[in-house]
């Protein structure tokens, strides 16, 4: 390639804000439908992957599945990060969705759900039903293992959301 046609290539921004601006003006843009465990691990994949920390992510949906945004909702260390249902539940009250689906990294990689997984979550169930916003799902990404062909679990496919 000619000098002159490298000039002409843009120039990425790979900071964390550049990535985040582009994945928001993806969902205002295409708005994509979230209907399964798969889809949003699809859609999330190149946020989390390669954690070094467990993040929590909010994803707040219309009553039709249409992600209306993605927000992480804390950051916390290698191995676990502090949720509590006010924040987590902040945006999507404040965007008037209907429905919400949560997705944390398990940075080890190992995708199965901790303890403190499940009850967080069971918590969080409750909350969102007592405000009036459906918890369709927690998604745990981590890598594909030698039990799982999947690099992600899926709560509600575990049937870990209810009491």
């Known amino acids: 390639m000619s000098e002159s046609n490298n000039e002409k290539l843009p120039i990425l921004n790979l900071t964390y804000e550049g990535i985040m601006e582009?994945?928001?003006?993806?969902?205002?843009?295409?708005?994509?439908?979230?209907?399964?465990?798969?889809?949003?691990?699809?859609?999330?994949?190149?946020?989390?992957?390669?954690?070094?920390?467990e993040e929590f992510w909010a994803l707040c949906l219309d009553a039709k599945h249409h992600l209306i945004t993605a927000e992480r909702v804390t950051r916390g260390l290698a191995d676990r990060s502090q949720i509590h249902a006010r924040e987590v539940f902040r945006d999507a009250i404040r965007r008037n969705a209907t429905r919400m689906i949560l997705v944390h990294p398990h940075p080890s990689g190992?995708?199965?759900?901790?303890?403190?997984?499940?009850?967080?979550?069971?918590?969080?169930?409750?909350?969102?039903?007592?405000?009036?916003?459906?918890?369709?799902?927690?998604?745990?990404?981590?890598?594909?293992?030698?039990?799982?062909?999947?690099?992600?679990?899926?709560?509600?496919e575990e049937h870990l959301l209810s009491s």
């Open 22 to 53: 582009a994945f928001n003006s993806y969902v205002a843009e295409e708005r994509p439908v979230l209907e399964s465990p798969d889809e949003v691990a699809k859609t999330m994949l190149p946020l989390v992957t390669d954690c070094e920390q």
């Open 110 to 156: 190992d995708p199965t759900p901790s303890r403190q997984d499940i009850t967080c979550t069971k918590n969080l169930v409750k909350a969102g039903e007592i405000i009036g916003i459906d918890v369709l799902d927690h998604i745990v990404i981590g890598k594909r293992t030698p039990s799982r062909d999947k690099p992600w679990v899926s709560f509600r």
